[in-house]
């Protein structure tokens, strides 16, 4: 888009401009399929150029070269510029301060900021250089001048054992040695480093702990913790003869109100309101009055001599068996509302004695429905287990409450140190936990075997023979016998399937899968299954790849078709399908050194290299002639600065 925008603005001078042509002629006749399509030639001749991970290598190489000799003026890039080229350049403009990754976009860090400003002005060659950032609405002068002044990011370890480095540690040194090494890896100093601070944090809390265990003193934590046990069983057995007694209630209570409707004025009764401070009290039914109910209010006397007006569901026992008493003459005081009461005077009182002396000589202090059988049972084994508590040593503690609160805190703090050590352990012994890990798996598939299980085996030096994100899953796929029948631009497909990860999701290719490259990869469907639940039950994580899209394009490539047909039927980019190739390439060149591989499969795998590793996917140093010396640049001045000499726009 840069080089687009350009339009046909002309950078270089007449001379310049027939050097880069002499130069792009010799390009093309030697490499007429590298040359880029769309007005990058004709941009090129004008000192314009775009240097991205999508162009071909070939083309960039070209474009670096006529960079460094001062041919190109301006190269819109992105961060491949920046890394590991001698590229030198007077200006660089950094067109924004953030970046896209898998992850969503995030701010550059230091280290990035600097390599890509550090093309401007290189030592030797230009005495000054200058550095623009670009503004946008997110980013302006104080993150331009923060990542300009922020200090180097720090190292952070890649560091991870794989199956290929476990198999050829243990053919070299035993598991000690092994382990020796693991142990001086890079990732292990750093990870050192950390744990510092977590170290103190946890003797901090192993003092902490020790503190409070002291403070205890000679307490007998068992009986405490036993105490506890039983107090919570009470409290649950407490719980349940609520849940009894509000159920024999709701019984209860239905059987009541119909029998109050035929008991007569005098009948003994017991109630229970709020308005009597929730206790049981016996009572006489004085008068029934009518309320604004189904059924009638009760005008009771109790035996504290208290007039209250109650409904039928505050009774919670009728005492039919007991004689009534004698209310006719007694002049009752008017009561309008439920609850509503009243103190009796001494015309009553005579009465309130009387059903006073009738409850103590009979039990009219107990609901009914507290005479259930089961309820009976629940309230006898709740009274026993209070007893058998107080009876508890632990129970004649001073304060248990604070001895609880102790107790907890020890407990947190016990906790607390047992995940850090866990942390601790697990940060420290990373590495090693997963080498250990990875000889498992490797046991499983019998590429390790002998008295301990730590001798490679045939399959496990062949696996060992191999590089790529899961040396054991190539290896295994290799092994299996599927692939040894297939003719030689199958194998590369299929190959490419098991071994490259292509990440697009808007990943198109017009060479559909070939059947043969199909019935392999279905064939290969168990063991990749077998491998992923073993490595999930080790607890590692090792791609598996299988990206079966593009297999159709590789072997497409391998049969002969031009390098135009071949990007024409994908959204890849030349550099991306570059790639691409070049990690099969990489596989496929290892295949003939593999110990347990049949030969057929190796003759058709070195076919297979043959096929595919053409230009552009092979080196073009080979197939093209020595790029003139570079000329010596200028001393630029800072006048210089306005007109355009050799740009990086980022």
């Not at 590692?540 to 071949?566: H, K, N, Y």
Request: glycine share 6%; aromatic share 6%; hydrophobic share 40%.
């Amino acid at each position: 888009k840069g080089v687009r925008d350009l339009g046909k603005v002309c950078l270089v001078n007449p001379d310049e401009q027939a050097r880069i042509q002499a130069r792009l002629n010799t390009f093309v006749a030697a490499t007429p399929e590298a040359v880029r399509e769309g007005g990058h030639a004709d941009a090129l001749t004008r000192g314009i150029a775009a240097h991205h991970a999508g162009v071909l290598p070939a083309w960039k190489e070209l474009i670096e070269e006529l960079f460094q000799q001062g041919l190109i003026k301006v190269v819109f890039a992105t961060e491949t510029l920046a890394a590991g080229i001698n590229m030198p350049a007077r200006t660089t403009v950094i067109s924004a301060l953030s970046k896209r990754t898998e992850r969503g976009h995030r701010p550059l860090m230091g280290s990035e900021f600097l390599q890509m400003a550090g093309r401007a002005g290189r030592r030797g060659l230009d005495s000054q250089g200058y550095v623009v950032t670009v503004q946008s609405r997110f980013e302006g002068v104080r993150e331009a001048g923060q990542l300009a002044t922020a200090p180097a990011d720090p190292l952070v370890s890649q560091f991870t054992p794989s199956y290929g480095m476990v198999l050829n540690l243990l053919q070299r040194y035993d598991l000690a040695k092994a382990k020796e090494l693991v142990e001086r890896s890079f990732g292990r100093y750093l990870a050192t480093l950390d744990l510092a601070d977590d170290e103190a944090a946890i003797a901090e809390l192993r003092e902490r702990l020790e503190q409070l265990e002291d403070g205890s003193g000679d307490v007998p934590w068992e009986d405490f913790e036993d105490y506890e046990k039983q107090r919570g069983r009470l409290r649950e057995e407490r719980r349940l003869l609520r849940i009894l007694q509000n159920q024999a209630e709701e019984t209860l209570a239905h059987e009541l109100t119909l029998a109050l409707q035929f008991a007569s004025e005098g009948s003994l009764v017991s109630v229970k309101a709020p308005q009597l401070r929730g206790r049981v009290c016996p009572a006489v039914i004085v008068e029934k009055v009518s309320g604004p109910g189904q059924f009638p209010l009760l005008l009771c006397l109790t035996d504290d001599n208290i007039w209250i007006l109650l409904p039928c569901s505050a009774v919670v026992s009728l005492h039919a068996e007991l004689s009534c008493l004698q209310v006719k003459q007694l002049d009752a005081p008017e009561l309008r509302h439920a609850g509503e009461l009243r103190h009796g005077d001494q015309a009553s009182g005579g009465l309130a004695l009387a059903v006073a002396s009738m409850a103590r000589r009979h039990d009219m202090h107990t609901p009914q429905y507290d005479l259930a059988a089961e309820v009976q049972a629940q309230a006898q084994l709740v009274q026993a287990l209070d007893e058998e508590l107080e009876l508890h040593p632990a129970h004649r503690w001073g304060d248990r409450k604070q001895l609880k609160k102790h107790r907890r805190r020890m407990e947190e703090l016990a906790l607390e140190l047992e995940e850090r050590q866990r942390l601790l352990h697990f940060r420290s012994n990373r590495h090693w936990d997963t080498f250990l890990a990875l000889i498992e798996v490797l046991r499983h598939f019998g590429a390790m075997a002998g008295d301990e299980g730590l001798d490679p085996t045939e399959i496990g030096r062949t696996v060992a023979a191999l590089r790529g994100d899961n040396e054991l899953w190539l290896g295994l796929a290799l092994m299996s016998g599927h692939l040894d029948e297939l003719p030689p631009p199958e194998l590369a497909a299929v190959l490419e399937a098991i071994s490259t990860e292509v990440n697009r999701p808007d990943l198109w290719c017009g060479f559909p899968p070939p059947p043969a490259v199909d019935e392999a990869l279905h064939d290969l469907r168990g063991l990749r299954r077998e491998l992923g639940r073993q490595q999930e039950r080790a607890k590692v994580a090792f791609p598996i790849w299988w990206e079966p899209e593009l297999t159709g394009l590789v072997e497409a490539w391998a049969r002969g078709a031009s390098w135009s047909d071949v990007i024409a039927n994908t959204s890849l980019d030349e550099g991306d399908v570059v790639r691409l190739l070049r990690r099969t390439v990489d596989l496929l060149a290892q295949v003939p050194y593999c110990e347990a591989v049949s030969q057929q499969l190796r003759d058709n795998a070195r076919a297979a290299l043959k096929a595919i590793n053409r230009f552009p996917v092979c080196e073009l140093e080979d197939l093209l002639p020595k790029a003139p010396a570079a000329i010596e640049r200028p001393k630029p001045e800072l006048s210089d600065f306005a007109s355009p000499h050799s740009d990086v726009v980022g």
